[in-house]
């Protein structure tokens, strides 16, 4: 969803464990570990459709510098991907009545890369699926309060509302209060949710944080990997 640790550290395996074909990425360049060995990853498997928020076609340079990784010292390098099609609004067909929409994509150099972080509907059937990576809503706050109008959500509930319906919400940042706003979660209906969490202590803060926890066990069937992991896996 976006170049942070925990979201991009295990995509080389997969990548190496499946026949990728295609592969979406906002593109904007994070100088750690995991994003470096994603990208070589990705331009090193043969047949792999690269996209990103960017552009389309050509090539696109990704400038690394020198770091010790994995027990490593790497030299400073460039990754050069050439991009297949842009990401954008239109239906991504997956096969036997399954579809995929990126709902927003964002490339640019934002202070958080969480601010890139891809929103994706499955449609699976009839079951809609909103998976919202890190997006936030615009600093840590309860739910009631309303999300920026920049931020992911408050701009995902100003643009297309329709949209981000879905059945099944796996919620965004780990069930943090910088997530998850009445205003969005009235907008997708959901009546399932899933929450990724360590517990993980994320700077001074321990997710999920109890308030996301109650407004989603209010509003339906709840799921966390940190406490009923063999659950999420069935859901």
Same mark, same amino acid.
Request: glycine share 8%; proline share 6%.
């Given at each position: /969803?976006?170049?942070? +640790?925990?979201?991009?550290?295990?995509?080389?395996?997969? $990548?190496?464990?499946?026949?990728? !074909?295609?592969?979406?990425?906002?593109? %904007?360049?994070?100088? #750690?570990?995991?994003?470096?060995?994603?990208?070589?990853?990705?331009?090193?498997? &043969?047949?792999? +459709?690269?996209?990103?928020?960017?552009?389309?076609?050509?090539?696109?340079?990704?400038?690394?510098?020198?770091?010790?990784?994995?027990?490593?010292?790497?030299?400073?390098?460039?990754?050069?991907?050439?991009?297949? *099609?842009? @990401?954008?609004?239109?239906? #991504?067909?997956?096969?036997?009545?399954? /579809?995929? !929409? @990126?709902?927003?994509?964002?490339?640019? +150099?934002? &202070?958080?890369?969480?601010?890139?972080?891809?929103?994706? %509907?499955?449609?699976?059937? *009839?079951?809609?699926?909103?998976?919202?990576?890190?997006?936030?809503?615009?600093?840590?706050?309860?739910?009631?309060?309303? =999300?920026? =109008?920049?931020? @992911?959500?408050?701009?995902?509930?100003?643009?297309?509302?329709?949209?981000?319906?879905?059945?099944? $919400?796996?919620?965004?940042?780990?069930?943090?209060?910088?997530?998850?706003?009445?205003?969005?979660?009235?907008?997708?209906?959901? *009546?399932?949710?899933?929450?990724? /969490?360590?517990?993980?202590?994320?700077?001074q803060v321990t997710l999920p944080d109890h308030e996301i926890?109650?407004?989603?066990? +209010?509003?339906?069937?709840?799921?966390?990997?940190?406490?009923?992991?063999?659950?999420?896996? #069935?859901?």
């Amino acid at each position: /969803s976006h170049p942070h +640790q925990d979201h991009v550290e295990l995509l080389p395996d997969l $990548l190496a464990a499946y026949e990728v !074909k295609n592969v979406w990425d906002s593109g %904007r360049l994070h100088d #750690i570990c995991g994003y470096r060995a994603f990208l070589t990853a990705v331009r090193d498997e &043969p047949g792999v +459709q690269y996209h990103n928020a960017l552009q389309a076609f050509g090539t696109r340079d990704y400038a690394f510098g020198q770091k010790r990784c994995y027990g490593a010292m790497l030299p400073p390098a460039t990754i050069r991907l050439s991009p297949s *099609s842009r @990401i954008d609004e239109a239906t #991504i067909p997956l096969g036997q009545g399954a /579809s995929m !929409k @990126i709902l927003h994509a964002d490339g640019a +150099q934002h &202070p958080s890369p969480n601010e890139n972080s891809l929103v994706v %509907r499955l449609d699976l059937g *009839s079951t809609r699926v909103l998976l919202e990576g890190d997006a936030e809503a615009g600093g840590r706050a309860l739910p009631t309060t309303l =999300p920026k =109008p920049a931020s @992911i959500e408050g701009s995902l509930v100003a643009c297309c509302a329709s949209e981000v319906a879905a059945d099944v $919400l796996v919620a965004a940042h780990h069930g943090s209060k910088t997530s998850s706003r009445r205003a969005f979660l009235d907008a997708v209906g959901a *009546s399932l949710f899933v929450v990724s /969490s360590g517990p993980t202590k994320d700077q001074q803060v321990t997710l999920p944080d109890h308030e996301i926890i109650s407004e989603l066990t +209010q509003r339906g069937t709840l799921f966390r990997t940190d406490v009923n992991d063999a659950g999420c896996a #069935i859901a």
